[in-house]
């Protein structure tokens, strides 16, 4: 098969573009040929053609531009025709809006799909206009997304692959981080955004001293889009606010946070809803202790006190009732995470993640798939 993807930006910097690139390091292993473009340059194309893929960037611009769009539309439908892939994946909601168009003047319109890696709502124009584009299918991170999106009119077929995780290596690299021995380390990875809810993790930081029980939060990322500075710029106050100066760690961002996750004896996603939680695997796949929201994505991996715990909300109340579970039992918070990891090896790796998306693009060449 002869894949093209397009991908809306030329940084590697969340789960989604992590995901990604494990897709297209394992299509040559599944017998497939992966092509990529990408609609804003950046080190990740430059990444990819090193490695010997082939690469186009297409500058689009913003969706404020119409003509920067109209042109896009057209250069990519150029590409389609010069290159004919066997199917072509948008990834994304934001490069959909490129390539269904582009699909259609190229006419590929029964062999384009998209990627939803979010969770979909109605009240997002964007969300429900790209949803009304041409599409085979649409492809989803988890269940709660698959909902999400086949509740959106013309409520489109989709399909379910869970993302992956990279198998830690053996020897990595220590980070410089000097964090206090006798204190449990608990940490979040992500942007700084509101949704990711590192404020929520401090006030429950707070919460749990007020019960007798200190812990030191490392918080791992930065605001890697620009998007929420003003939230960024918000938690060294609210830390100092809180008189937690000395018991946390901000890192800014970091090119790869596994070595950092790896210092943490419990991981906390506070995201409500999670769309999935990739970063979850990352602390399963190293036998850390996980805690998430009873939401989204993290519900349909990690079965509550066996392989994580689940909190109610992402309220700060319920994030420490949820931490001190793991706080009152080393014992406990030590074979949750050996239990984490035996579920991560069994189905949660980047060669399973492959498997399971290649065999549902595999699918999608049938003839008699592309007229559902």
Not at 25 to 49: C, K, N, T, Y
Not at 117 to 122: A, C, K, M, N, V
Request: charged share 20%.
């Amino acid at each position: 098969m002869r894949l093209l993807i397009t991908a809306p930006w030329g940084e590697r910097l969340g789960g989604a573009e992590e995901m990604l690139q494990m897709a297209i390091e394992g299509a040559s292993a599944a017998g497939h040929e992966v092509e990529i473009v990408f609609f804003e340059p950046g080190p990740w194309p430059d990444e990819l053609r090193r490695s010997g893929v082939h690469v186009e960037v297409l500058s689009a611009g913003r969706l404020r531009e119409p003509w920067r769009v109209l042109a896009t539309i057209a250069r990519l439908a150029r590409i389609l025709r010069r290159r004919r892939p066997d199917l072509m994946l948008n990834w994304m909601t934001k490069t959909h809006l490129y390539g269904a168009p582009a699909a259609i003047l190229a006419g590929m319109r029964a062999r384009v799909l998209w990627w939803q890696h979010g969770i979909p709502t109605r009240r997002d124009w964007l969300d429900r206009g790209v949803s009304l584009l041409p599409s085979l299918v649409v492809g989803c991170s988890s269940q709660t997304s698959a909902r999400a999106q086949a509740a959106l009119f013309p409520h489109r077929r989709t399909f379910v692959v869970n993302p992956g995780a990279r198998v830690p290596a053996s020897q990595r690299d220590a980070v410089p981080l000097q964090l206090p021995a006798e204190t449990t380390v608990v940490g979040l990875v992500g942007r700084l955004q509101p949704w990711k809810g590192q404020d929520r993790l401090l006030r429950a930081q707070a919460i749990l001293r007020a019960r007798g029980q200190e812990i030191h939060t490392l918080i791992v990322g930065g605001d890697a889009y620009g998007l929420s500075s003003a939230y960024a710029d918000s938690l060294p106050a609210l830390i100092a606010g809180l008189g937690l100066a000395a018991a946390v760690t901000m890192t800014g961002q970091v090119p790869d946070a596994g070595p950092y996750i790896e210092q943490m004896d419990i991981l906390v996603n506070a995201s409500d809803p999670e769309p999935f939680g990739i970063v979850l695997l990352e602390g399963m796949a190293r036998g850390v202790a996980v805690v998430a929201v009873d939401s989204g994505g993290p519900q349909e991996f990690i079965t509550d006190r066996k392989t994580g715990v689940l909190a109610r909300s992402g309220e700060p109340e319920a994030l420490a009732d949820a931490l001190e579970v793991l706080l009152d039992s080393p014992e406990l918070c030590r074979s949750i995470g050996q239990a984490a990891r035996a579920r991560f090896m069994a189905e949660y790796t980047e060669a399973a993640m492959c498997r399971r998306l290649y065999r549902e693009l595999e699918g999608l060449l049938d003839p008699a798939a592309a007229e559902r």
